[in-house]
């Protein structure tokens, strides 16, 4: 009877453990339960976490949100205090008014100095006029000298109204090269001040950009993660302030790659999700990660050294999920699911 006894529980231990077996066997699709259907529960949300930064440093004046707000794109998040920025903002802005300022200065430097160049050469005619007398005059007492009609005296006085009138006219000359080269200057001394100008307004538009970056607004409607910023808190130019997570959301399931082969974008893609009590999503696989995951890391494996071990690689697979699914606004980045591909797909 004992060895009966002892007989059934030898049976029963192996059916336990080839039952055991066999579950585990059909819970991997191992053969001879391997069928089309490719599992992994190597899969995860995904999102765009984007981290907020200041881009430049100063005290908080401002937390208008909280943890976990949802907010729109624009909304205010953080305000700096501005003062330091604004004072800047009226210095760049004088720093402009002044290289103006200079510009128009030479302008009318310029209008002055053509004005001075026709003065200039008016006085050449001038010049030319008043010798043309003073030679006429001179040639006129020459022949009266020749005829013993006129004295000496009058001879060195027209000689000498002759050379005045050439000396003026060399002079009346020479104003007229100063005043071109007056112009010459002052327009030159213009792309300098013109430099100068847009040297200011661009210094002018940097301070504006820093008084807009002491406002830290949402780049995109979504929701935020904890916030980091408190009033009265000093901050750096790339402080982490808070998170923001937008609407957009796909799942990354890293396949090994024993299972891709039948797997193409554009397949029905079932998964489920471990925080919703195992609730059913659907989607579609979009694309296939270039390269394995292992590629991607830090320190890249090397098999050209010392042992190797083959170990089945797994590449990482993009998997939208299809709009429109209740409890799909669940689905908030990090989440482990288990996905279904069946590879039989046409």
């Known amino acids: 009877m004992t060895r009966i006894f002892r007989s059934l529980a030898t049976y029963l231990t192996l059916a336990f453990g080839i039952a055991g077996i066999a579950a585990l066997l059909f819970a991997w699709d191992l053969p001879p339960f391997d069928g089309s259907v490719e599992r992994t529960d190597d899969a995860y949300v995904q999102g765009q976490v984007t981290l907020l930064s200041p881009q430049l440093s100063a005290l908080v004046a401002e937390v208008s949100v909280t943890d976990f707000q949802t907010v729109r794109e624009g909304d205010l998040l953080v305000r700096l205090d501005d003062r330091i920025y604004r004072q800047q903002l009226a210095q760049a802005q004088a720093s402009l008014d002044a290289a103006k300022a200079a510009l128009d200065a030479n302008a009318q430097a310029q209008k002055t100095a053509k004005a001075n160049i026709s003065s200039a050469e008016a006085g050449i005619e001038s010049a030319e006029a008043s010798l043309e007398n003073a030679r006429s005059q001179w040639e006129r007492t020459e022949r009266l000298s020749a005829r013993e009609l006129s004295t000496g005296t009058d001879m060195d006085k027209a000689r000498a109204t002759l050379d005045q009138a050439k000396a003026a006219l060399a002079q009346a000359r020479a104003k007229v090269d100063v005043a071109r080269q007056a112009l010459q200057t002052t327009v030159v001394n ?25 406002r830290i607004t949402a780049p995109r409607d979504g929701t ?9 808190q000093y901050v750096t130019a790339g402080s982490q302030l808070v998170a923001l997570v937008p609407d957009t959301r796909w799942i990354i399931a890293n396949y090994k790659e024993t299972q891709l082969n039948g797997l193409k974008p554009g397949q029905k893609v079932t998964f489920t999700v471990d925080a919703l009590n195992g609730e059913t999503f659907t989607g579609h696989i979009e694309r296939f990660s270039p390269a394995s995951g292992s590629q991607f890391s830090v320190i890249t494996p090397d098999n050209a050294t010392g042992n190797f071990t083959k170990v089945a690689q797994r ?3 993009r998997i939208a999920i299809d709009p429109g699914q209740t409890d799909a606004d669940k689905l908030v980045p990090g989440l482990s699911v288990v996905t279904r591909v069946d590879a039989s797909q046409s």
Do not use: F
């Open 190 to 214: 213009r792309r300098s001040l013109e430099a100068n100008v847009a040297a200011a307004d661009a210094a002018r538009a940097l301070a504006e950009i820093n008084l807009e970056n002491t």
């Open 224 to 232: 935020l993660g904890q916030v980091k910023a408190h009033q009265g």
């Open 315 to 317: 590449v990482p697979v």
